[in-house]
């Protein structure tokens, strides 16, 4: 049973454009939110968070926005440059009786960004 | 400051045989953590450790799996009697603390032939 969805498994998006990558999440109990960026090979790189307690977090070119009502949650980059192609995860943590270093990850989107 | 360390990066094994994962984390680091992922996976949670003690392993299988943490030296991650389904990409992330972010290791790939 996924707890973190991604429903796309791939997205591609021309140079300059925003790229938008979506996650889903059925646990209530999640309070906070991970993006990751994976490129071949190599392990998962903190991207940006965001807590339940707010609505929206930037950090340069990459803004989490999170909808709890609808438990989704969304990575937006803009501009998105070739260097941004790569596997995005999602991930959540919560007091659901795991710790809080046990994220539940969904199963990542392949992000291609085309020059 | 280094990353978090893990060796071998490719191990090849044969069904029956032991596998040992070792993972140095970040310098400052107490908080380590496994996670396996899968082919056409995300990644899935295995256990969590710091210095000596085993916090949550309630992601590691039942038989054949264990982990470690010592005082001295690396945490391991021993895969006893390996089969295929064993197979995957085992990554290592440590934390300054219980919170916050994970910094992850470049991974084991684990081959069982």
């Known amino acids: 049973d996924q707890q973190v969805k991604q429903n796309s498994p791939s997205l591609s998006v021309q140079e300059g454009r925003i790229s938008i990558l979506n996650c889903d999440y059925t646990?209530?109990?999640?309070?906070?939110f991970l993006w990751y960026k994976k490129y071949p090979a190599e392990g998962p790189t903190f991207l940006i968070s965001?807590?339940?307690?707010?609505d929206k977090n930037e950090d340069g070119r990459f803004t989490v926005f999170l909808n709890k009502s609808a438990k989704h949650l969304s990575l937006h980059i803009v501009p998105s440059q070739p260097g941004d192609s790569a596997v995005y995860f999602c991930?959540?943590?919560?007091?659901?009786?795991?710790?809080?270093?046990?994220?539940?990850f969904g199963k990542g989107t392949k992000l291609s960004v085309k020059p | 400051n280094a990353g978090v360390m893990q060796n071998p990066r490719h191990l090849v094994r044969r069904r029956g045989q032991e596998a040992r994962l070792r993972c140095s984390p970040m310098?400052?680091?107490?908080?380590v953590y496994w996670y396996r992922q899968l082919p056409e996976e995300g990644l899935k949670f295995m256990v969590y450790?710091?210095?000596?003690?085993?916090?949550?392993e309630s992601g590691m299988p039942k038989e054949r799996f264990s982990a470690e943490f010592p005082k001295e030296g690396p945490s391991i991650l021993r895969i006893q009697q390996v089969v295929r389904g064993d197979s995957a990409a085992y990554f290592c992330?440590?934390?300054?603390?219980?919170?916050?972010?994970?910094?992850f290791g470049e991974g084991s790939r684990l081959t069982v032939l």
């Open positions: 992330a440590s934390s300054p603390q219980e919170t916050g972010e994970l910094f």
């Open positions: 646990n209530s109990m999640f309070d906070y």
């Open positions: 965001i807590s339940s307690i707010k």
């Open positions: 991930a959540a943590s919560g007091d659901y009786g795991g710790s809080q270093g046990n994220l539940i």
């Open positions: 310098k400052g680091h107490s908080h």
């Open positions: 450790l710091q210095k000596e003690n085993i916090i949550d």
